[in-house]
């Protein structure tokens, strides 16, 4: 009974410590965002890897999730006689929820290991290290721009998502279903309203800051070679993915 | 070399979990001098110069630059101190998504914001100062050999041209003509520079080359330092045993019988 006492108080204590190492990382982080130097150009390129080389994979998740979505809802919305609203509910669903996390999961998977990978590598072979002794601050060279960069992009990659994933959803209405596309598309724009897109792109750049912040966490603390930063890299992934979507649902609870 | 020293060093310790590395170190360099640190793998030289760098925090002790307490400074103050330095990283540490120039040019660029195509003329001019034509500059740190990575890691170090240079077994993984290229370069580095110098080493061909004054790591702590030229006759069993690489002496490895 003892010795489960003290391992239920060894995994609290260990979590509080992680939750506080967290913690202060990101406020470090955070603080670097607004002091120069400011490195523009790698906020650039790294805007260019975490949102135009996403294009694809987003771009794809985002129609099959818009097709397969007016496919359910129109088996289930027959049922109440209600098949005509199909286009409000794919739009809705789409700008309010599975565009930004289906997006946002997809850009985890992808970017958030990438840059655990990346970090991680240079925290092992001491180039990291290396960096302060050249006179430049890793948060502001490393972490700074791969924060701004996923806050930045992932709202215009979800707008994307957003379009593609309505697309999708009009393909197999008018197509598939038989959906006038005339009343299809006036049915999609006249119930869409301005806080519908905008909320799905706040919680995108909340997701986008979060799958930055947990690689470069992950990264930056990682120890003892390979071995280490595999596992950072496992860690970074599935921190961003669950973290998407706990603060999925705060978000959504506070913002409507 | 004038009397006080650059580099003071006093009862340094630390500590990773139960495991204590440092014990109490205690080590001098005056200014233009040039120590070199030998003692065996695992023994805590990379931790010591690290913790010199400020980019590991000792537990205890006190670390004295230029006669200025730095254990005690903000996270900024250290920062500012660490341009003073010029580190070789023990596994070079080049910034593989970098050039080589750039690698080079790093610290002129980022650090001192001097203008990129003044920064990269520098950085050719010191890889030309390693033996590393201007062709090398464009490659990539992967497409080096090892000796070359060190080269223009060395290039690095002292581009900035630096008060303080730390090299971290500049010679280890090297063949023999290699390594005494480097040895070459570094006490001709050294001696232009006029800086302050702490090297870290195995190889005593090359601590003989290097240093004008040896110190040696054990359990801890500095058990023994003197000129090279009276290490043959130290009297000391521990740097009989390590200068002539014999697996009986005083110093037991951590290993079991087969
Ligand atoms: N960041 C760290 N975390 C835990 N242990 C470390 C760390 N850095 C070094 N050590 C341990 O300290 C000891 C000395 O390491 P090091 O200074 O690298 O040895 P060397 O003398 O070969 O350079 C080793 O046993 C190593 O495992
Ligand atoms: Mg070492």
Redesign the pocket.
């Known amino acids: 009974m003892l010795d489960f006492l003290a391992s239920v108080g060894r995994v609290f204590i260990g979590f509080l410590s992680a939750s506080g190492r967290l913690a202060i990382f990101t406020l470090t982080a955070l603080s670097h965002c607004f002091r120069p130097p400011f490195y523009f150009r790698l906020i650039g390129r790294q805007m260019i890897d975490i949102g135009y080389y996403s294009l694809p994979v987003v771009g794809l998740t985002a129609i099959f999730t818009g097709m397969v979505l007016a496919l359910q809802t129109n088996t289930g919305f027959s049922r109440f006689g209600a098949a005509s609203a199909t286009a409000t509910v794919v739009v809705l669903s789409v700008t309010r929820e599975l565009g930004p996390v289906i997006a946002a999961l997809m850009v985890a998977g992808r970017i958030g290991a990438a840059i655990a990978a990346e970090i991680g590598t240079m925290r092992v072979t001491d180039q990291i290290d290396a960096l302060s002794t050249l006179s430049t601050n890793p948060y502001k060279y490393l972490i700074v721009p791969r924060i701004i960069a996923g806050l930045v992009t992932l709202p215009i990659l979800v707008l994307v998502a957003d379009i593609i994933g309505v697309f999708g959803g009009y393909i197999v209405s008018t197509y598939k279903l038989g959906f006038n596309p005339a009343t299809y598309l006036h049915n999609t724009a006249n119930n869409l309203t301005s806080i519908d897109v905008f909320s799905g792109l706040i919680k995108a750049g909340a997701f986008g800051f979060l799958i930055a912040l947990m690689g470069c966490y992950h990264g930056f603390h990682s120890?003892g070679g390979a071995q280490g930063v595999g596992a950072a890299t496992t860690y970074a992934v599935v921190s961003a993915s669950v973290m998407i979507l706990l603060f999925d649902y705060l978000l959504t609870s506070v913002l409507f | 070399m004038s009397d006080a020293p650059k580099i003071s060093v006093r009862g340094l310790k630390k500590s990773?979990g139960r495991?204590v590395?440092l014990d109490g170190i205690d080590l001098d360099v005056g200014v233009g001098e040039s120590v070199v640190v030998i003692?065996g793998?695992?023994?805590?030289?990379?931790?010591?110069v690290k913790s010199i760098l400020g980019l590991i925090d000792a537990d205890q002790g006190s670390i004295k630059i230029d006669g200025e307490e730095v254990t005690t400074l903000s996270r900024g103050h250290r920062e500012a101190l660490l341009g003073k330095f010029g580190m070789l990283f023990?596994g070079a540490a080049l910034f593989d998504s970098l050039d080589v120039w750039e690698n080079v040019a790093f610290g002129l660029i980022q650090g001192r914001g001097m203008e990129r195509n003044k920064a990269r003329d520098i950085a050719m001019a010191k890889l030309g100062a390693v033996g590393l034509g201007p062709e090398v500059g464009e490659l990539r740190p992967s497409e080096l050999s090892g000796g070359m990575q060190k080269r223009v890691a060395l290039a690095r170090a002292i581009a900035a041209e630096p008060e303080i240079i730390i090299f971290d077994e500049p010679t280890t993984g090297l063949d023999p003509i290699m390594g005494d290229v480097i040895n070459d370069l570094i006490v001709k580095c050294v001696r232009d520079l006029g800086a302050t110098a702490i090297s870290?080493t195995h190889d005593m061909a090359s601590a003989r080359k290097i240093a004008h004054r040896i110190a040696m790591i054990y359990k801890g702590r500095i058990i023994w330092d003197g000129a090279p030229a009276v290490i043959e006759h130290s009297g000391n069993a521990f740097i009989d045993q390590f200068i002539h690489g014999r697996a009986d002496g005083p110093i037991q490895m951590e290993i079991r019988a087969l």
């Not at chain 2, 793998?41 to 010591?48: E, H, I, Y």
Request: hydrophobic share 35%; net charge positive; glycine share 20%.
């Open positions: 120890k | 990773f495991k590395v003692g793998s695992g023994t805590g030289k990379s931790v010591l023990q870290i």
